[in-house]
T-cell receptor, first 116, second 110 residues
Framework: DAGVTQSPTHLIKTRGQQVTLRCSPKSGHDTVSWYQQALGQGPQFIFQYYEEEERQRGNFPDRFSGHQFPNYSSELNVNALLLGDSALYLC???????????????FGPGTRLLVL | ELKVEQNPLFLSMQEGKNYTIYCNYSTTSDRLYWYRQDPGKSLESLFVLLSNGAVKQEGRLMASLDTKARLSTLHITAAVHDLSATYFCAAVDSNYQLIWGAGTKLIIKP
């Protein structure tokens, strides 16, 4: 049973560029959440996708956008990168059946983004 | 707005000692999670606590939840070096979003 996978593992970009991060949820899960974790801090919720739609969004600008595909995988896009976007980006999967999130979100290994 | 506070933020202790990490949250939450994170790694789920008085134990770690006090604790018994990591608690808000504490960096010295 494959867990949550993310790609790439590491990425270096320069200011102003755009980046796309990818996530495949755990088998049987239909909901993907994205988090940003700056060094030495707790994760910050970016948004959550279910049924190919953004269900919830945290306090992040429109430069952060996403997509969910019919196979439940997801992409996180960040435009016009800033130095402050450097962080570990974590994807978490869960099940939203019956309208309630499953007991636990399972996290992928993360993508470490460095913006120069 | 739900806020989650952990303390201490940093803890250095000797092997064999006991200690407790505290997690306070500001408003009613449906459930409380504890996660572990090793340096440069992702988050590993430890416990999910669903109701008042819930207690869960795994090895040397025990988590409890007091919903009336809005407090969860993670107790470490007879610490060993392998438990060195950063521990996060997270509560679920009314939109089912996880709201995270800042984390407790635990260093256990031989």
């Amino acid at each position: 049973d494959a867990g949550v996978t993310q790609s790439p593992t590491h990425l270096i970009k320069t200011r102003g560029q755009q980046v796309t991060l990818r996530c495949s949820p755990k088998s049987g899960h239909d909901t993907v959440s994205w988090y940003q974790q700056a060094l030495g801090q707790g994760p910050q919720f970016i948004f959550q996708y279910y049924e190919e739609e953004e269900r919830q969004r945290g306090n992040f600008p429109d430069r952060f956008s996403g997509h969910q595909f019919p196979n439940y995988s997801s992409e996180l896009n960040v435009n016009a990168l800033l130095l402050g976007d450097s962080a570990l980006y974590l994807c978490a999967s869960s099940s939203l059946s019956s309208g309630r999130i499953s007991e636990t979100q399972y996290f992928g290994p993360g993508t470490r983004l460095l913006v120069l | 707005e739900l806020k989650v506070e952990q303390n201490p933020l940093f803890l250095s202790m000797q092997e064999g000692k006991n200690y407790t990490i505290y997690c306070n949250y500001s408003t009613t939450s449906d459930r409380l999670y504890w996660y572990r994170q090793d340096p440069g790694k992702s988050l590993e789920s430890l416990f999910v606590l669903l109701s008042n008085g819930a207690v869960k134990q795994e090895g040397r770690l025990m988590a409890s939840l007091d919903t009336k006090a809005r407090l969860s604790t993670l107790h470490i018994t007879a610490a060993v070096h392998d438990l060195s990591a950063t521990y996060f608690c997270a509560a679920v808000d009314s939109n089912y979003q996880l709201i995270w504490g800042a984390g407790t960096k635990l260093i256990i010295k031989p």
